[in-house]
């Protein structure tokens, strides 16, 4: 009995939990759209994050701007920016919050909520693959997104609006901060 009470004594002077920090290494974000006629993604990869774990939370913020996207035709790359609303809201910004011991899952459930053309829209338990080598944490997965979601009116070629699922394929590379 008295080791477990100076056990307890001696961890009520010690922090509650140490602070753990983790900054985005490497992303890759690719939003895909579908047309009659064609598909086409524009990728990404200048993303920036970091996520704080404290007292068993963790939050995670990534940002980007709309203007790194690139799908390899200039035209319409400019014609995106404009019909998001690039040019008064140029980033989408990512925030989700998880319990820290979900972290080491295989599969993570995010919540996300996405600031994006003007509009926040909060996406519930959405799965991300995890893998983990050396200090290297990586995260796969699709967010579901829709133009209806954002209040986007489809964009149209040949008199076609491309269809209403405009999902943004995720890989991120997390580390440790030092």
Request: with cysteine; proline share 7%; glycine share 4%.
């Amino acid at each position: 009995m008295r080791v477990v009470v100076a056990l307890l004594l001696a961890t009520a002077w010690l922090p509650a939990q140490a602070q753990k920090q983790w900054v985005l290494a490497k992303s890759s974000l690719t939003w895909h759209i579908t047309h009659p006629v064609h598909t086409a993604q524009g990728t990404s990869h200048d993303a920036r994050g970091k996520g704080v774990c404290k007292n068993d939370t963790c939050d995670f913020l990534i940002a980007v701007q709309l203007n790194t996207f690139k799908s390899g035709d200039a035209s319409r790359d400019l014609h995106m920016l404009e019909t998001v609303r690039g040019a008064q809201d140029p980033m989408v910004v990512v925030r989700t919050e998880m319990p820290q011991p979900e972290l080491s899952q295989a599969t993570i459930h995010a919540n996300l909520t996405i600031q994006f053309a003007g509009q926040t829209v909060q996406y519930k338990n959405v799965p991300f693959e995890r893998t983990a080598q050396g200090r290297d944490v990586e995260i796969r997965g699709t967010i579901p997104a829709t133009c209806t979601d954002f209040k986007i009116t489809p964009p149209e070629f040949l008199m076609m609006p491309i269809k209403n699922e405009i999902p943004v394929t995720v890989d991120l590379t997390w580390q440790p901060a030092e």
